[in-house]
């Protein structure tokens, strides 16, 4: 899997909080898309522990503003921090596009040292050069992350030479959650929305799946396309690069937990949050209920 180390792994401000106990890794996510994430690190990192946060009740993030993402970040990252997770991985693009940089310059200083919150959008971005061959880039993602522009904005920091195209697909995430990703009525949506950023730019070759709910809609996606336009799911570069900034920092690296155990949280009901994440690791989960806020 080709991969480009990080060496700040999306804006990493470091500020350090002393803490004695051992903790899992925290991962975040608006809903169950950021399952996809974990799986790929559970599979990377089997010995770590996990921890994952999902803010069902109040999702999806993808339509809400700024300061409400950043609201609703802050809040279950502080809960993340509560339950000794020394650091947090929000694995939502749109709470990385909208919340993660105000969380790492405002919030951490305040909070101390020995704490990080990384996100999800550098590690992805890093990859993208490598993986187009016309250098015309296509982004897929929810209404927040594309008006939100950290996709065009990063890859124009690393890679200026890229030609990027978006769009928003506001209907990809329902048909997901509520278990249509199958249907054909999905066809519908997924054609529309491929049909037109192919419009805004032919020349695609690689198209980046800015939304960790789209990997369960990847077979349509692909049977809609010509296997010549390569698609970009996020979870194992993801993974890759917290892999590779574990193992350059070992100071954070000491303070989690080596059990091969994860545990669900979530702002909704758990026995919706079980069967709906059944969906997405293809196993039943336990949950327990939390509130934040």
Request: hydrophobic share 40%.
């Amino acid at each position: 899997m080709p991969y480009l180390r990080c060496p700040l792994f999306f804006y990493t401000h470091c500020y350090m909080l002393s803490t004695a106990a051992l903790g899992p890794i925290g991962v975040f996510d608006s809903g169950y898309g950021g399952l996809t994430i974990l799986q790929e690190m559970q599979t990377l990192l089997p010995d770590y522990n996990f921890m994952y946060l999902g803010d069902n009740a109040r999702a999806p993030y993808g339509t809400r503003s700024f300061d409400v993402v950043y609201e609703f970040t802050r809040q279950a990252v502080l809960y993340l921090f509560e339950q000794g997770c020394p650091l947090v991985i929000l694995a939502c693009n749109t709470a990385s596009a909208k919340a993660l940089r105000t969380i790492q310059q405002i919030d951490l200083p305040q909070l101390g040292a020995d704490r990080r919150v990384l996100g999800v959008i550098r590690p992805t971005v890093e990859v993208l050069d490598q993986l187009s061959t016309s250098k015309h880039i296509g982004v897929l993602g929810t209404a927040g992350t594309i008006s939100s522009q950290s996709y065009p904005i990063e890859i124009n920091k690393l890679f200026a030479h890229l030609h990027v195209t978006t769009e928003a697909c506001p209907m990809w995430v329902p048909l997901v959650e509520n278990n249509e990703f199958r249907s054909d009525g999905a066809d519908y949506f997924i054609q529309q929305h491929l049909q037109s950023i192919l419009t805004k730019d032919p020349q695609i070759d690689a198209l980046l799946l800015a939304c960790t709910h789209y990997p369960l809609l990847m077979d349509k996606i692909k049977a809609n396309l010509s296997p010549s336009i390569q698609v970009i799911s996020q979870g194992a570069y993801v993974a890759a690069s917290l892999k590779d900034y574990l193992a350059r920092h070992p100071a954070m690296d000491q303070q989690l937990l080596r059990q091969g155990t994860c545990t669900f949280k979530t702002t909704e009901s758990p026995a919706k949050f079980s069967e709906a994440a059944a969906l997405f690791l293809l196993q039943a989960v336990e949950a327990e209920r939390v509130f934040l806020g």
